[in-house]
C-alpha cells in the first residue's frame, strides 16, 4: 500500500517527485485502533505508523493543455524506514533546493540504514533518540540520481530536536524564492 503525501513537478516539466509512504505490514486491521493517528482519512490506513518513507522520480509526458497524462518510467526510488515499527514516519513535504530533493517529516524512530535504488544506505534517522521524543527530519538526495546530496561538509540528513527532549513536529517545508539552493522548514 502506498499513500502519497506530494507530488511536485520539476521545473523542467520532464519529471514528477513522488513522497508517499508505503505499509510495512500486511494486514493493517492488527493495528489497534488507539494507535492510529487521525491526520488522513485512507480506508484501514492510517498516517504514519507502520509505513516508511518512499522517494521516487518518474519521468512524464505533459499535454498541450499542461496536465501530465502518463508517467514513462520511474528513475529512481529510495525508501526509509525505522526499526521501531510502531513509531513509523510521518513525512510532510519535499522541496527543490538546487539539485537536491529536500524531504523533511517526523519520527519517533531510529534505524542504521534505509535502501536508494535496491542498495542499503545508511539512514536519515540517526541511530540515537535517548529521550524517545517525537523528532524532525531533513535529508537531501541528489534529483538526478536519487543518492545522497551531501554538503560540503559531508551531511545530507539531520535530526531536528530540541535541547530538552520536547515533541517536534515538522509539519511542511517549501523552497526559498530568492534563493534556489534554500528551503524552509515549518
Known amino acids: 500500500v502506498n499513500e502519497p503525501i506530494q507530488i511536485m513537478l520539476d521545473p523542467t516539466e520532464k519529471y514528477v517527485y513522488v513522497i508517499h509512504m508505503s505499509g510495512m505490514v500486511k494486514d493493517p486491521y492488527f493495528i489497534p485502533a488507539e494507535d492510529r493517528p487521525r491526520f488522513i482519512i485512507s480506508g484501514a490506513f492510517d498516517y504514519g505508523r507502520h509505513f516508511k518513507v518512499r522517494v521516487s ?105 530540541s535541547i530538552n527532549q520536547k515533541e517536534d513536529w515538522i509539519l511542511g517545508v517549501c523552497a526559498d524564492a530568492f534563493d534556489p539552493n534554500a528551503v524552509y522548514v515549518v
Do not use: C, H
Open 57 to 161: 522520480k518518474y519521468q512524464v509526458k505533459i499535454d498541450d493543455t499542461g496536465d501530465i497524462y502518463r508517467a514513462y518510467r520511474q528513475e529512481w526510488t529510495a525508501q526509509f524506514w525505522v526499526n521501531e515499527m510502531e513509531y513509523g514516519s510521518y513525512p510532510t513535504g519535499i522541496a527543490l533546493a538546487g539539485d537536491a530533493v529536500v524531504v523533511v517529516g517526523s519520527t519517533r524512530g531510529t534505524a542504521p540504514e534505509g535502501i536508494i535504488n535496491g542498495e542499503y544506505v545508511e539512514s536519515p534517522y540517526g541511530t540515537e533518540n535517548p529521550g524517545n521524543d517525537m523528532d524532525g527530519y531533513l535529508f537531501k538526495l541528489d534529483k538526478d540520481t536519487g543518492e545522497f546530496a551531501r554538503s560540503s561538509n559531508g551531511r545530507w540528513s539531520t535530526r531536528l530536536d
